[in-house]
């Protein structure tokens, strides 16, 4: 069972970037994209980006120009750097794997716990 | 703000059964599969569904899903009180090339 785990600092300064790494166990990050996932307290879902093991990205477009996901597959983690933050990005963000076999939709099928990150001063 | 809305709360008795609404567009649930997960409070979301209809392994049958031109529907039967918990769909916007979210619906047992 392929487990996920996220790593990185609880409080991060309003105009600060914040930096999060996804850790992948008990399965190889390879041949699968990763994605990044966030939740405002009291809040809905919103997707951030995904990378493929490759390292081809695609971000969302509200995102696009403050995200950055990598991957290090000799770690078997990838990582979210989110530039300019405000208190609008505080949220619970978790990293998934999401899946899209051949003939087949995008699904998210392995979760991280999820990380609240607080941005404030 | 989501593209794909869901109504923000369902309700019903034990043993009874609830069905969730995902109205999206032709540019979402219109060409796209759609899966639903399953967020217990305080938890991280669970796949609940995928390819519209597929279960993932250990996902018991009172769980189902359909889907019908630009909507999608969850449906649970024999509802427990486990199985209060906020439930959104999901799927891929060819026309934000993003994968989007729908609003979230919280079921409630009485």
């Known amino acids: 069972q392929v487990q996920l785990q996220e790593s990185g600092p609880g409080l991060v300064n309003p105009s600060e970037t914040l930096s999060l790494t996804c850790a992948v166990s008990a399965g190889s990050i390879n041949n699968y994209y990763w994605t990044w996932i966030r939740q405002p307290p009291g809040k809905g879902l919103e997707w951030i980006g995904y990378?493929?093991?490759?390292?081809?990205?695609i971000y969302n477009p509200s995102l696009k120009s403050r995200v950055t996901i990598s991957v290090d597959t000799s770690q078997n983690q990838f990582s979210l750097k989110l530039s300019s933050v405000t208190a609008a990005d505080t949220a619970v963000y978790y990293c998934?794997?999401?899946?899209?076999?051949?003939?087949?939709?995008?699904?998210?099928?392995?979760w991280g716990q999820g990380t609240l990150v607080t941005v404030s001063s | 703000q989501s593209v794909l809305t869901q109504p923000p709360s369902v309700s019903a008795a034990p043993g009874q059964k609830v069905t969730i609404s995902c109205s999206g567009s032709s540019s979402n649930i219109g060409n796209n599969y759609v899966s639903w997960y399953q967020q217990l409070p305080g938890t991280a979301p669970k796949l609940l569904i995928y390819?519209?209809?597929e279960r993932p392994s250990g996902i018991p049958d009172r769980f189902s899903g359909s889907k019908s031109g630009t909507s999608a529907t969850l449906g649970i039967t024999g509802l427990q009180t486990g199985d209060e918990a906020d439930y959104y769909c999901?799927?891929?916007?060819?026309?934000?090339?993003?994968?989007?979210f729908g609003t979230g619906t919280n079921v409630t047992v009485l």
């Open positions: 999901g799927t891929w916007d060819i026309s934000l090339s993003a994968y989007v």
């Open positions: 990378i493929y093991y490759s390292g081809s990205t």
């Open positions: 390819d519209n209809n």
């Open positions: 998934a794997r999401l899946a899209h076999p051949y003939n087949s939709g995008w699904f998210f099928d392995y």
